[in-house]
């Protein structure tokens, strides 16, 4: 399962009933930075495989924060690394998608 320009991989997963349908929701978290997410971004794609073997892709609208367009992508990516650095250490906040 990737999801980004960066194809980024899922560094953890887990089930979570998140919009309270009463139904199991797959939760992934991933590190920003390698997902390619660049600042004024409007939409994120996921790309996964079945247990079959089939692939299957989706799209949705996304809301970047915490940026200034207009920066450049390399002062971004800084304070994105220590912002994920910082969560690794088990800080605050987590990127999530939800499922």
Partial sequence: MTVGPGAAQ???YWLNDVDGERDWDLVLNFK????GIRCGDSELSLTAGTFDGA???GTDS???VGCK???SDSEHRGKLEKKQRDRDDGGPGKARAFY
């Fill in 55 to 57: 692939e299957i892709s």
């Fill in 10 to 12: 899922s560094v953890r």
């Fill in 69 to 71: 367009p207009g920066k």
């Fill in 62 to 64: 996304i809301r970047t």
């Fill in 32 to 35: 920003i930075p390698e997902t």
